[in-house]
């Protein structure tokens, strides 16, 4: 009985004939280890020659044929030419998007730390301002049927509205909508649909509404709400928290998620006008009538300290990442740096007339009539903080000072930067008939330069009499400002917010673009938020609107609906890129043609 071993090895059949022979079609390599192992099993060196023979020349031909192109390069030359062929490709996509290597380097890595380091230590480091299209940004107005809207807070994707009927809003803001090339070839194959598709949604939609109750300060509820107008909310960085206080002293923590309310405060002993977070943390600072400052930490949901030291009623509060804040007092024209660790305070006094520089009537808003008179900062209603030492305060009297800790006089001001109320008929100063029969009459006096001794004493009795009130400046009613940037957004009810640049020196405020309107009614809040990563796709701008201020009556505007606007800024970084790679362009194309 004959079996394969037992076979003699001239008549083993291991070598196939040519015609049933299989073509390669992909080249293999060869394993050393694995040939060894088949020569220790095949026992012959002769048997193996004519199998290995014809697999030599197999790759052979396989490497003139692969190699024709190249040369005979080897595996490691290939994979180097690929990989040089596959760099290539990169960089010319990089091109066409117009920054390099170096650039991407520089803005991830140097410009983060630089940042970082500039943040840490309290100073100005981002300049916007320049990079935002404030013609091209979109307006959005949203309500509900509520009073007038008093406070507005930001925590992306939310807004937060309260008003003077006790009512607290939660909103969501949808996301701005994409390029208008992004819906061209949205249909069946790529092609252009018949159907224009539905526009994205801008408005907000409105997720929890909770309202207060006059009479609900019975003490036998155990849940606490609102008893009078809600005047000031504020919204946690991390979305935990939003704080709202009353004009009945009521300091109320809500959870962010369900406005479910945590805890009531009642330590304040007059109305709460004014509440800010700490940057970074859930420290809040609270500002009332009754002249104090209380600090408070959410996190345990407890009090903290109170601060004291303003002549009159406290109206606005700002703080950033240190453990400080600035307050402005109202009436009694001063705004306070508290250091908390430090338990001291800095006194900054407004509407001294002197110690700044202030702008030029081109850099100030335009007005149809040239004021005669200088506007007195009689209160200081608003403030913001730019960084740890430099602060833009507004005032009753219209105009804009700019401040830092190193002196107690403003460093720069804008006069009458929402510009001057149109004159008011005669009928609405006096109720007397003859004063609109002077109107005229006492233009002419006024240009007349003459000795008018000999004039009658009843005449002049009666010009004194039809002398009319001049303009009054707009208020700035509301500020604010991106942390550690150069922009500052102001407003008051002439219908717009108006966009102002911190110069680079940090001496000087200049007008850098004015929000598309109207934005209807008193703008009583500004809050800002920022789209992608430090502001990089633009800003979301809020607004909360009324038809009178949030502290009294002393002004309403008529036919104005209260609730607020949506404002989306967009960057032009983008198109920078685009310009400078346009440039570059022609760079290329100018060094060509001296070379021919």
């Not at 005979?72 to 996509?93: G, K, M, S």
């Amino acid at each position: 009985m004959s079996s394969f071993f037992t076979t003699p090895a001239s008549q083993k059949k291991r070598k196939r004939n040519e015609s049933t022979a299989p073509t390669f079609s992909k080249k293999k390599p060869i394993n050393p280890k694995a040939a060894a192992r088949d020569e220790s099993i095949s026992g012959s060196e002769s048997e193996s020659d004519g199998p290995r023979q014809d697999v030599d020349e197999f790759e052979d031909d396989e490497d003139n044929s692969s190699g024709s192109d190249d040369g005979n390069e080897t595996a490691a030359e290939r994979r180097l030419r690929l990989a040089e062929r596959y760099l290539e490709n990169i960089r010319q996509e990089v091109d066409e998007v117009g920054f390099d290597a170096e650039q991407i380097d520089r803005d991830l890595i140097a410009e983060r730390l630089k940042e970082d380091v500039a943040e840490s230590k309290g100073r100005l480091y981002r300049h916007i301002a320049s990079d935002l299209c404030f013609g091209d940004a979109s307006r959005t107005f949203f309500r509900a049927d509520t009073h007038s809207t008093t406070s507005i807070a930001v925590c992306l994707p939310h807004v937060y509205t309260v008003s003077k009927d006790m009512t607290l809003i939660k909103w969501r803001v949808p996301s701005p909508p994409a390029s208008p090339s992004s819906n061209l070839t949205n249909g069946l194959n790529g092609h252009t649909p018949h159907r224009k598709p539905a526009p994205p949604r801008r408005r907000p939609i409105q997720e929890a509404y909770v309202r207060g109750h006059k009479h609900h300060s019975d003490p036998t509820n155990t849940t606490p709400r609102h008893t009078a107008a809600i005047l000031a909310v504020a919204a946690s960085e991390d979305g935990k928290f939003v704080a709202t206080g009353d004009a009945d002293r009521h300091l109320i923590v809500w959870d962010a998620a369900t406005l479910t309310p945590l805890k009531a405060f009642t330590h304040h002993r007059d109305a709460i006008t004014s509440l800010c977070f700490r940057r970074g943390t859930n420290q809040l600072f609270s500002g009332s009538r009754d002249r104090t400052i209380k600090l408070w930490s959410l996190d345990e949901l407890a009090y903290i300290e109170t601060l004291f030291g303003h002549q009159d009623e406290i109206v606005d509060v700002a703080s950033l990442a240190l453990e400080q804040c600035v307050s402005v007092g109202a009436r009694d024209r001063t705004a306070r740096l508290w250091k908390v660790v430090d338990e001291t305070q800095l006194v900054f006094r407004a509407g001294g007339g002197g110690g700044g520089r202030q702008a030029s009537s081109a850099a100030s808003v335009s007005t149809t009539v040239k004021p005669k008179v200088t506007y007195a900062d009689n209160s200081v209603d608003t403030i913001t903080l730019i960084d740890e030492q430099t602060f833009v305060t507004g005032s009753q009297g219209g105009s804009l000072a700019l401040w830092t800790t190193a002196k107690k006089k403003p460093i720069f001001t804008v006069p009458l930067a929402h510009g001057l109320d149109p004159l008011l008929p005669a009928s609405a100063y006096s109720a007397e008939t003859d004063l609109r029969d002077f109107e005229s009459q006492n233009d002419v006096d006024d240009d007349d330069d003459g000795d008018n001794s000999n004039e009658p004493r009843t005449k002049k009795s009666e010009k004194s009499a039809s002398v009319l009130p001049p303009q009054q400046p707009r208020w700035i009613t509301a500020l604010a400002s991106v942390p550690y940037a150069d922009l500052v957004l102001s407003g008051s009810w002439d219908g717009v917010v108006r966009a102002w640049r911190v110069t680079e020196d940090k001496r000087r405020l200049e007008p850098a673009g004015v929000l598309p309107g109207p934005v209807p009614g008193v703008v009583n809040g500004i809050a800002i938020g920022e789209r992608g990563e430090r502001a990089s796709e633009g800003l979301m701008v809020a607004v909360a609107t009324g038809a009178e201020c949030k502290g009294g009556k002393w002004i309403k505007i008529s036919g104005r609906r209260n609730g607020g606007c949506v404002l989306e800024i967009p960057r032009r970084i983008l198109k920078h890129r685009e310009d400078r790679a346009d440039d570059d362009g022609d760079e290329d194309d100018g060094a060509a043609n001296d070379g021919k």
